[in-house]
């Protein structure tokens, strides 16, 4: 009877082990695609001067899909709520914009860098709701500033 309560004991820690090893590799291949994302909206917004460009908007809508990166509604919903009218967001990924003025010879220049936040999408419902992984799963980014 005792080696029968060892193996259960070997089998839970063996199963234990298995699942952190794979939620580990979820986690790091939806934060790499996120992460990428990111990068290439950064890119597309400092070629296009901000986030209002139509054709800017179509290219990064079209490399998000081609990414296959989808967000669930209700974590933007929680980043929007967070940062209240700041905050713009579309096809799951945000931007919020800040107006920078710098002082020069010929007068005041004025500016915008722009803060690109995606999401991590890792979707367990019953440890998103008793843990609540917030500001874990976001990957903030920055522009240049545009003038």
């Avoid at 986030?51 to 974590?75: A, C, F, W």
């Avoid at 709520?81 to 096809?91: F, L, R, V």
């Amino acid at each position: 009877m005792r080696d029968a309560i060892g193996q259960v004991f070997v089998l839970q820690v063996i199963l234990a082990f298995v699942i952190l090893i794979n939620g580990y590799m979820a986690y790091s291949v939806n934060y790499t695609r996120a992460f990428r994302v990111k990068n290439q909206i950064v890119d597309i917004i400092e070629q296009y001067e901000g986030p209002y460009n139509q054709e800017g908007l179509d290219k990064i809508n079209s490399y998000i899909n081609q990414m296959t990166y989808e967000v669930p509604g209700r974590i933007i919903q929680a980043f929007e709520d967070d940062y209240g009218g700041s905050a713009s967001c579309q096809n799951g990924w945000c931007y919020i914009p800040h107006e920078v003025t710098i002082a020069g010879g010929d007068g005041n220049m004025t500016g915008y860098y722009y803060s690109v936040v995606t999401f991590v999408n890792i979707d367990i419902p019953v440890v998103n709701n008793i843990i609540g992984l917030g500001n874990f799963l976001r990957i903030y980014g920055e522009t240049r500033t545009i003038y």
